[in-house]
């Protein structure tokens, strides 16, 4: 009679997803945003985990964890293998939906420099079917499925690396923008303590940095309203409610129809840029190239 012994088996893979997260972002909670489940089950699947290699990754701490020597030597390999499963997943389910593009964004981008280009894009590839998704963050194009990712980017390099490729859309370039209404009570820079500045919370330090710039030897008041979503201080300025920083690929339509205006000649260059990645999964679509071609044709300069 044949003998057949269970074999060995390995931990569960959300074990394993788990431990790769927390080592490589810092902890439970940031691991459990990426993975998104509760810090409880990170630690619950790290604990799991632990028991069946039969000791500890991690050193639990009244501020945080903090990664074993164990865990640091493994955590390196551990990352590689769930680059090249993303990487995998990933080619898979472009190979299969290569009409099916889908594109991550930062809100601003997407409604306000995305959205007037998209008619273009289904111009040029009818057959094609767009999907857009408003990210705060530029989501991990190795592992999460999005073919190509719009966002401002610090440090840009059009190297092309092992898992994406970015093009330099334009600088990012800031200066204030108001309905012509209010334009036309702006004489001076000392004007702008009379008027209300609107603020977006993200870049909350626009207007420090314009105004050190623009205005280095006086004070001002640029106290104001503050908004979550750019686009919506910058509706609120054409709206006439007030000043917002703009910024100009992201405004440049509005300046065009004239609903916004340009009350100082004081442009800001900041060291970053507009950018768009692309990720290696999707190398092969051959829609990609003219989806960049299209987006990149009237570019900002």
């Not at 194009?141 to 092309?160: A, G």
């Not at 209404?181 to 993200?202: G, I, P, W």
């Not at 768009?276 to 071609?293: E, H």
């Amino acid at each position: 009679m044949a003998i057949a012994p269970p074999r060995p088996q390995i931990p569960p893979l959300n074990s394993l997803r788990a431990f790769e997260a927390a080592a490589r972002l810092g902890g439970f909670s940031m691991a459990s945003d990426e993975l998104c489940v509760t810090p409880g089950a990170v630690a619950q699947h790290v604990k799991s985990l632990e028991a069946w290699v039969g000791a500890e990754l991690f050193i639990r701490r009244s501020q945080g964890v903090e990664l074993t020597e164990l865990g640091q030597n493994v955590l390196s390999e551990f990352s590689a293998a769930f680059d090249q499963l993303g990487l995998a997943v990933q080619t898979l389910r472009s190979q299969a939906t290569p009409k099916h593009i889908r594109i991550a964004a930062l809100p601003s981008i997407a409604q306000l420099w995305l959205s007037p280009k998209l008619p273009s894009v289904r111009k040029a590839a009818p057959e094609l079917t767009i999907s857009v998704t408003a990210l705060e963050k530029q989501p991990n194009l190795q592992r999460e499925p999005f073919d190509l990712c719009i966002f401002y980017q610090d440090n840009v390099s059009n190297d092309k690396d092992v898992f994406s490729t970015t093009y330099e859309v334009c600088k990012d370039i800031i200066f204030p923008v108001c309905s012509p209404l209010v334009a036309k009570r702006l004489n001076n820079y000392e004007d702008l303590d009379k008027e209300l500045c609107l603020h977006d919370a993200s870049w909350a330090e626009d207007w420090s940095k314009w105004v050190s710039y623009a205005f280095p030897n006086g004070f001002l008041n640029t106290d104001g309203s503050v908004f979550s979503l750019y686009g919506l201080a910058i509706e609120e300025a054409r709206n006439g409610a007030g000043i917002m920083m703009g910024h100009k690929a992201l405004v440049e339509n509005h300046l065009k129809d004239g609903s916004l205006v340009v009350p100082f000649d004081a442009p800001l260059a900041l060291e970053r840029a507009l950018v768009i990645t692309t990720a290696k999964s999707a190398k092969d679509n051959p829609y990609l190239g003219l989806i960049i071609q299209t987006l990149l044709e009237n570019k900002s300069k």
